[in-house]
């Protein structure tokens, strides 16, 4: 579970984020929904502690981000950016890698490995260099990076961004087995497909708030609107910096 409370951060002369007071569920594919510059990068970043709040509460399964951020941490996997994989390395090793850093033992962290491997139905690519991998292999590499420590929360920023549909379908796989094995997943987005498609909670925000949450059945009733893009103009006030 991952729970912000009233974040305030400044960066330069930009009030990054400005109250930000959302709830993201284990179970539940989350996605946080705003146009260019609405904070949800920030968000993200203070959430894995690269930032510091300048005010509020960052809580990762009760855990204070700011208080203890190693414990934080070890239950929230950051997705990341697919295209940036050591080439060198088979996704075995970089698994095993990955799990060392976040504190396992050579012998956990082999086995830890060797079940992502197997999770994500990875093992025809498992003793292959990465060098030369398609975008939906690497992209099964970095999901299954974020997760061989065994997190209860994943974290993506804009996930999908640059990847052909292909990738795109096996990411939307791989988050939805995510939900059903009880994960929390939260990630951001401004394309309203995929936010539609995956999420069963929306956090609507714009500069630095959140505007509304629900589900995207929901955020359509209240707004009045029949399907979520519409909704989310209706809410943002301008369709200005939205993909659709
Ligand atoms: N390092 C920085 N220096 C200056 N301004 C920054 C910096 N990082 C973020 N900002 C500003 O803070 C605001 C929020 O940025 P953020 O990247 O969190 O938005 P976002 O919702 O992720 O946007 P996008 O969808 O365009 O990626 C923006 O106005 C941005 O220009």
Redesign the pocket.
């Known amino acids: 579970m991952i729970k912000v409370t009233d974040l305030y951060k400044k960066?330069?002369e930009?009030q990054?984020l400005n109250g930000l007071s959302f709830q993201a569920e284990n179970g539940t594919i989350t996605g946080l929904l705003?146009?260019?510059?609405?904070?949800?990068?920030?968000?993200l970043r203070t959430l894995f502690g690269l930032l510091k709040a300048d005010r509020g509460q960052a809580e990762i399964d009760g855990l204070d981000i700011a208080r203890q951020p190693l414990q934080a941490r070890k239950q929230l996997g950051l997705f990341p950016d697919p295209f940036g994989l050591y080439e060198r390395l088979t996704p075995r090793e970089y698994l095993e890698f990955f799990a060392g850093i976040n504190g396992m033992a050579t012998a956990d962290a082999r086995q830890a490995a060797a079940k992502v491997l197997q999770v994500l139905q990875m093992d025809d690519i498992a003793d292959r260099r990465c060098q030369g991998f398609s975008q939906g292999q690497r992209m099964k590499v970095a999901l299954a990076q974020s997760i061989v420590h065994q997190p209860t929360n994943i974290v993506l920023d804009?996930p999908t961004r640059g990847l052909d549909v292909m990738s795109t379908r096996v990411l939307r796989e791989l988050l939805l087995r995510l939900k059903q094995q009880g994960h929390c997943v939260l990630f951001?987005s401004?394309v309203m497909q995929e936010v539609a498609a995956l999420c069963d909670q929306v956090v609507v925000m714009a500069k630095g708030r959140v505007l509304a949450q629900g589900t995207p059945a929901e955020l359509c009733a209240s707004t009045g609107k029949n399907n979520l893009e519409e909704a989310f103009i209706a809410l943002i006030g301008t369709d200005e910096?939205i993909a659709a």
């Open positions: 960066i330069g930009v990054a705003g146009p260019n510059g609405a904070g949800k990068t920030t968000c804009e951001s401004h910096g």
